[in-house]
C-alpha cells in the first residue's frame, strides 16, 4: 500500500512569511500532483511533476519532486492571505491511474 | 464552464435510505473516477472508469455502493440503505487519456446522513 505522508499538518504564519511544506513517501510515484482544497469544495489542481529532481513554479509557489521520486515539496514564498487553503499531494505509481493522497497541510495566513 | 460538474452538491438523507450522485467529466475527459473525503483526511480512492468500462474498484466499495458510466459520458453513484458511516464529500475527477495522469476535481458532494 502506498503512502503519502505530509508535515506539517497545520500552519499559521504572518502574512509575508516564508514556509515549505512537506510529501514524504517510502514507495515510487510515476507521478505527482499538488492541490489546494477550500472548505466546502473539490480539490483544484496547482501542478504535476514527473520527472526526478524535477522544480516547476508558479508565481510564488515551487514545487520540488526528489530525485528517487518518493517525495515532494512546496515552497511558498512571500505568503499572502488568499493563499489560506488545505494542500494535498497525491501520487499515482506504475500502471495505476488512482491517487494516493496525503491528509494535507491546512495552512493559515494571517494578514 | 467546461469542468466537472456535480450534482446534488448538498444531500441529507435519514439512515437507511438510498441516494444517487451525478458526475458530468470534462467533455473530451475518457477517464472518470470517483473518491470520498472524509473531515481532516485526503480524499481516498472508490472507483474508475475508462469510457463505459469500470476498472478499478477500491475495497472501500461496499456492496451498498454502485456506480455506472453507461454511455462512458455522465456517470452515476448510488449508495443504498446509508449508513452514518457514509457521511463524508463524494469528488469526483476526470482525466485525458494521454498526457500526465491530471485528475481534474468537480466541487463534490457532501452526503449527511441522519
Known amino acids: 500500500t502506498q503512502l503519502l505522508e505530509q508535515s506539517p499538518q497545520f500552519l499559521s504564519i504572518q502574512e509575508g512569511e516564508n514556509l515549505t511544506v512537506y510529501c514524504n513517501s517510502s514507495s515510487v510515484f510515476s507521478s505527482l500532483q499538488w492541490y489546494r482544497q477550500e472548505p466546502g469544495e473539490g480539490p483544484v489542481l496547482l501542478v504535476t511533476?514527473?520527472?526526478?529532481?524535477e522544480v516547476k513554479k508558479l508565481k510564488r509557489l515551487t514545487f520540488q519532486f526528489g530525485d528517487a521520486r518518493k517525495d515532494s515539496s512546496l515552497h511558498i514564498t512571500a505568503a499572502q492571505p488568499g493563499d489560506t487553503g488545505l494542500y494535498l499531494c497525491a501520487g499515482s505509481g506504475a500502471g495505476s491511474y488512482q491517487l494516493t493522497f496525503g491528509k494535507g497541510t491546512k495552512l493559515s495566513v494571517i494578514p | 464552464d467546461t469542468g466537472v460538474s456535480q450534482n446534488p452538491r448538498h444531500k441529507i438523507t435519514k439512515r437507511g435510505q438510498n441516494v444517487t450522485f451525478r458526475c458530468d467529466p470534462i467533455?473530451?475527459?475518457?477517464?472518470l473516477y470517483w473518491y470520498r473525503q472524509t473531515l481532516g483526511q485526503g480524499p481516498e480512492f472508490l472507483t474508475y472508469?475508462?469510457?463505459?468500462?469500470?476498472?478499478?474498484k477500491s475495497r472501500l466499495l461496499s456492496d451498498r455502493f454502485s456506480a455506472e458510466r453507461p454511455k462512458g459520458s455522465f456517470s452515476t453513484l448510488e449508495i443504498q440503505r446509508t449508513e452514518q458511516g457514509d457521511s463524508a464529500m463524494y469528488l469526483c475527477?476526470?482525466?485525458?487519456?494521454?498526457?500526465?495522469?491530471?485528475?481534474?476535481f468537480g466541487p463534490g458532494t457532501r452526503l449527511t446522513v441522519l
Open positions: 472508469f475508462q469510457n463505459e468500462a469500470q476498472l478499478e
Open positions: 467533455s473530451e475527459h475518457n477517464r
Open positions: 511533476v514527473v520527472t526526478g529532481g
Open positions: 475527477a476526470s482525466s485525458s487519456l494521454s498526457g500526465r495522469r491530471e485528475q481534474f
